[in-house]
């Protein structure tokens, strides 16, 4: 996971660091609705990414929820 994704999630959604792996399912990392749609804001407003929040919970782990943001930055 890239360290962009990991310091949002700790600084802005305030998740707990010590559940934050590539393999950690969204529901395993502390995730739940408002979350989801606050990272769709931060996304949007820092990297001027457009990722709904039904993407974000749609992603299975972490890591391809990472993979997502990556892609959506470079553009692909």
Do not use: C, W
């Amino acid at each position: 996971m890239t360290g962009d994704l990991t310091r949002i999630l700790t600084d802005d959604l305030k998740l707990p660091a010590d559940r934050l792996t590539d393999q950690a399912s969204l529901d395993d990392a502390g995730f739940d609705s408002l979350a989801a749609v606050e990272l769709s804001v931060l996304l949007t407003d820092r990297y001027g990414i457009d990722i709904s929040d039904s993407d974000i919970k749609n992603a299975d782990t972490l890591g391809r929820l990472d993979l997502l943001i990556t892609t959506k930055r470079n553009g692909r």
